[in-house]
């Protein structure tokens, strides 16, 4: 009987904990995308259409991360709420996943035309084209995992964990999760093979220019947040998939967190790397500050 409280004790502290650090984390980077994303879109000089893919992505992780702080409310209060609580914010994070991996491919590619027609590197076509179908997908999952039959949880499967958002156990969830292996390995193997190509390039870049020319060093930024943001999106899939057959204790908790933490390394990296971008933030934040002040000491004074 004390083992069982004792044990039951333990559960309701972890869940807690976790809950938290999903909530507190999952909104802090929120901030993160947030503030690239405004930073670029007030900025004429990120006006560019490497940017434009830039801001989907950032938006992409946005979606997700309020998703993932909705599912840390729920750990801690051991619920989902109500059934279309759960089935519309499953449908969200799980669609806005499948934009985030195809806007890192289009990001991938957009890179490769920069060096493959570095004279028509403005041209708007690809832009204009890749978008609307990112996101012609992200509405298409969205419509399916709506239909009865499909959908993701966060009531766990296994055991009632609240702990994870994943595919419920449902006919066409199970034909969604096998297409979501697919097609994550696809997009991940075609997003490498490019990269390689690009490595390349910049590797003949850099030999062929005496001093490292501030384009080279702009592409080395760019290319660096690329592949360690690839790095961590295969790093999440290859641990789910040993996790899984592995049978690993809190495994749902563990991919829960390299899920909101891929969410916000593309944009932690780029304010990190990108010092034009970061100075933006900085002043843009100071900004805001010194209008509150003003604002404040005016509505003393009045």
Known sequence: MEDSQRHSHHDEF???VVGI???ILSMALFLVNALLLTA???NI?????TYKIIKNICLSCMMQQIVLAAGGVMTICHTTFHYYVDKILGLLIQSSWWLYVALTLALAVDRLLIFL????ADNSLFTNIVLPACWLLWLSMVVILAMPGFGVTYSGAKGERYYYWDYDNSAGS???SVIDTYYNIVVFVATFLIYLVVFVHLLKIRK?????SSSYKAEMRLFIVAIITFANEVMYELFAYFAEITAVVYVDIMLNMVWLIECGVFATLTLVINKRLRRKVIDMLSSNNKVMVISIVETRLS
Do not use: K, V
């Not at 062929?208 to 490292?212: D, E």
């Open 14 to 16: 972890t869940t807690l």
């Open 21 to 23: 650090s999903y909530l």
């Open 174 to 176: 199970t034909i969604m």
């Open 40 to 42: 670029i879109t007030r």
């Open 208 to 212: 062929a220019s005496t001093n490292q």
């Open 45 to 49: 000089e990120f006006r560019t259409h």
């Open 117 to 120: 027609h570095p004279m028509t």
